[in-house]
């Protein structure tokens, strides 16, 4: 079963970016190579904190990697992949 923790475990970098005071930009590489972007905004720029608006990019990336993981997961699946592969999304 594929959890955030499963993806988490997959993740060799972050890259965090600002824009103004009130968008945050995290930039997710995979083991595998595949990358994604996730983002998060403040609707109050005078309440704009860095740490959170990584922590709510982290968990957009991460969401956003949901749908891939779980294609990965199913095709292993179907196709009978060596089982070493299919353990990693347990």
């Known amino acids: 079963m594929i959890t955030e923790e499963t993806i988490k475990k997959e993740i060799v970098s972050e890259e965090y970016q600002f824009f103004g005071n009130r968008t945050t930009i995290c930039h997710v590489k995979f083991k595998n190579g595949f990358e994604v972007l996730g983002k998060a905004i403040t609707q109050d720029p005078s309440n704009f904190n860095a740490e959170i608006g990584e922590k709510w990019a982290l968990k957009d990336a991460i969401d956003q990697a949901f ?3 779980i294609f990965l997961q199913d095709e292993t699946n179907y196709r009978g992949w060596p089982e ?3 353990k990693r999304f347990q």
Do not use: D, G
């Open 84 to 86: 070493e592969l299919s």
């Open 67 to 69: 749908p891939a993981f």
